[in-house]
Every structure is written in C-alpha cells, then in structure tokens.
T-cell receptor, first 114, second 113 residues
Framework: DAGVIQSPRHEVTEMGQEVTLRCKPI?????LFWYRQTMMRGLELLIY????????DSGMPEDRFSAKMPNASFSTLKIQPSEPRDSAVYFC????????????FGPGTRLTVT | DQQVKQNSPSLSVQEGRISILNCDYT??????FLWYKKYPAEGPTFLIS?????DKNEDGRFTVFLNKSAKHLSLHIVPSQPGDSAVYFC????????????FGAGTRLTVKP
C-alpha cells in the first residue's frame, strides 16, 4: 500500500485566496483525521471522520475552515479565505477499525499564506 | 485545552546514553498511550504504545513507562543513537471512545555523536 497520500506537498498562496488540501487514506481504513502542526501548539486535531461521517470538528479554528469526505478514499480540507496565521503543516492520518489503534500519517502539506 | 502535555520542547543527549522523554495527561478517561516519532519533512510514525492495564512496555531500545496515579508516562531510549534525533510526540486516546487521539506539542531530541 502506498500509505496515506496528501497533495499538494507545498502550497504558497496570498492572503484571501481559497486553499484546498487533499488526502487519500489507506484502503480499508475507516477513520480519517486532519491535524495542523505549529511550533506553538504542536499537533492539533482539527476534525475526524468515521465511515465518512464527521464525528468531531471542535478543533476547526474558524468558519473559514471546512472539511469533507465524500467517499472512503478521499477527503478535503478547505480554507476560505486564507490568512497568514493559517501557515502551518497540515497532516492527514487514517486508522483501521477499532478504538485505540495507531494512526498512519501522510507526509503533510506545508501551507504558506503571504 | 491541552489534555496531553510535553513540557520539554527539546532534549540533547550524548550517543550511547539514555534519553528520557516525558509526557503528562489530564484526562482520566485516557487508557491507551502512544509515542510517535517525526523526522523533518515527513509525517509522524508510530513508535510504541501502552495500554492502561500495563505499567511498562518494551520494544528493543525503546521502553514506555506509565504511571496512572500520576497521569504520567515516559519514553526511554537506551542506548541513544544519532539516528534517533527527531521530534517525539506523545498521544493518548480513550478506548471505547470515537477513535480520536490527543497529541502533545512534541519534544525535539538531539543525539550527539
């Protein structure tokens, strides 16, 4: 298996633009997680899905952030409009059925908003 | 609300010595704990875990200790090697919950040759 795939790997955009980050989880995994990594806060859980259904989005910082999972093999995280403080590395992770199981992370998308 | 805390942002150790990384948690519902290792430009990868029914789990050079009464866990690396230099994240979850995990802010370990 190719592991969790994220695209793009790097994104540079101007303030006010829409940004869409993409994730393909590992086949067979039914949980998908979006995280943001910053120096100050480490790895923050933004939102996660079980069986394509959003379970907890309390970590989404503002209404400018939205996430979707239209099917078991694809998810997007959208920021509209983007702001410089959104600059961070965004990780997607997936895990197999069963609580407490390890999560497999993608390589991340480094977002820079100027 | 940081439910998982790693109070040391960095740690430097000499090759061959022991590295001890610490982690504290506040949520008493957590009963499964993991350590992840992250190299630059890569996603975190799973290293070792422990469930709350144990107080120690060992895998080669890596040992995780859990003190439930203190809500504290630690990762010991013996002997430390330069290739262990990375950021280490502590994570916790509640089995029987919704499969989500909470991560600490990470500790950057540098092992000097």
């Amino acid at each position: 298996d190719a592991g969790v795939i994220q695209s793009p790997r790097h994104e540079v955009t101007e303030m006010g633009q829409e940004v869409t980050l993409r994730c393909k989880p590992i086949s067979g995994h039914n949980s998908l997680f979006w995280y943001r990594q910053t120096m100050m806060r480490g790895l923050e859980l933004l939102i996660y899905f079980n069986n394509n259904v959003p379970i907890d989005d309390s970590g989404m910082p503002e209404d400018r952030f939205s996430a979707k999972m239209p099917n078991a093999s694809f998810s997007t995280l959208k920021i509209q409009p983007s702001e410089p403080r959104d600059s961070a590395v965004y990780f997607c992770a997936s895990s197999s059925p069963g609580t407490g199981t390890e999560q497999y992370f993608g390589p991340g998308t480094r977002l820079t908003v100027t | 609300d940081q439910q998982v805390k790693q109070n040391s942002p960095s740690l430097s150790v000499q090759e061959g010595r022991i590295s001890i990384l610490n982690c504290d948690y506040t949520n008493s519902m957590f009963d499964y704990f993991l350590w992840y290792k992250k190299y630059p430009a890569e996603g975190p990868t799973f290293l070792i875990s422990i469930s709350s029914i144990k107080d120690k789990n060992e895998d080669g050079r890596f040992t995780v200790f859990l003190n439930k009464s203190a809500k504290h866990l630690s990762l010991h690396i013996v002997p430390s090697q330069p290739g262990d230099s990375a950021v280490y994240f502590c994570a916790a979850s509640a089995v029987g919950g919704n499969n989500d995990m909470r991560f600490g802010a990470g500790t950057r370990l540098t092992v000097k040759p």
